[in-house]
């Protein structure tokens, strides 16, 4: 079965420091791979999703994506974190057989210092 | 601005107490998911319909939990009887397409605590 692995629980950064949120996920082929933020006390919203074509993918709010086939990954960047990106980010993992389900992430707590 | 409403925001309850939460899908969107948030388990899909029928509910307790769409502009998820363990946000989301490769959108979510 697919998995999706957010190594880190929690990070911090410094308003205007550059973000990096770590995305794993463990398939024999290519999945479709999001990123869903979460703010407090709110639904999930899609950040951006990639299923093929360029590995660098660009979402909202100034967010992007690489997709690395070689190390399994889909990292979230952002180069300049604003205050209002504190929440709670997940990656997702979609298989189109075997259920036909995503897979969600433990999810990533980001804090925001001013 | 289409939204994903679900009501209540809040309940609190006893445990044996029926629970009954409501899901208004965006006018359109054909698949409707019921996820529950923890902090141990993390997201779990509950159950999902596809143009009202249910086609996964493997995720949820069959004992004590059951999903319906009585309309297209309905969904609802009752557990009879709670219990503290089912103390979660319950999320539901809507969308079009495959669940596995189309974007959710999802409600606020209804917080649930049985006390």
């Known amino acids: 079965a697919q998995s999706v692995t957010q190594p880190d629980i929690h990070i911090t950064v410094s308003e205007g420091a550059s973000l990096e949120l770590r995305c794993n996920y463990s398939?024999?082929?290519?999945?479709?791979l999001f990123w869903y933020v979460q703010s407090p006390g709110q639904g999930l919203q899609l950040l951006l999703k990639y299923f093929s074509g360029d590995t660098l993918v660009q979402g909202i709010k100034g967010f992007e994506a690489e997709f690395k086939r070689s190390q399994s990954s889909f990292n979230l960047r952002k180069p300049s974190v604003h205050w209002s990106d504190a929440a709670e980010y997940f990656c997702a993992v979609g298989i189109t057989g075997g259920g036909n389900k995503l897979t969600f992430g433990t999810g990533t707590q980001l804090k925001v210092e001013l | 601005d289409a939204r994903v409403t679900q009501t209540p925001r809040h309940k609190v309850t006893e445990m044996g107490q029926e629970v009954t939460m409501r899901c208004q899908p965006i006018?359109?969107?054909?698949?409707v998911f019921w996820y529950r948030q923890t902090m141990m388990q993390g997201l779990e899909l509950l159950a999902y319909?596809?143009?009202?029928?249910?086609?996964?509910d493997s995720g949820m307790p069959k004992d004590r939990f059951s999903a319906e769409m009585p309309d297209a502009t309905l969904a609802t998820l009752k557990i009879q009887p709670s219990e503290p363990r089912d103390s979660a946000v319950y999320f539901c989301?809507?969308?079009?397409?495959?669940?596995?490769?189309?974007?959710?959108?999802f409600g606020p979510g209804t917080r649930l605590t049985v006390l």
């Open positions: 398939y024999g082929a290519t999945p479709y």
């Open positions: 006018l359109g969107h054909n698949t």
């Open positions: 319909f596809r143009n009202r029928a249910p086609l996964d």
């Open positions: 989301a809507s969308g079009l397409g495959q669940p596995s490769t189309d974007t959710q959108y």
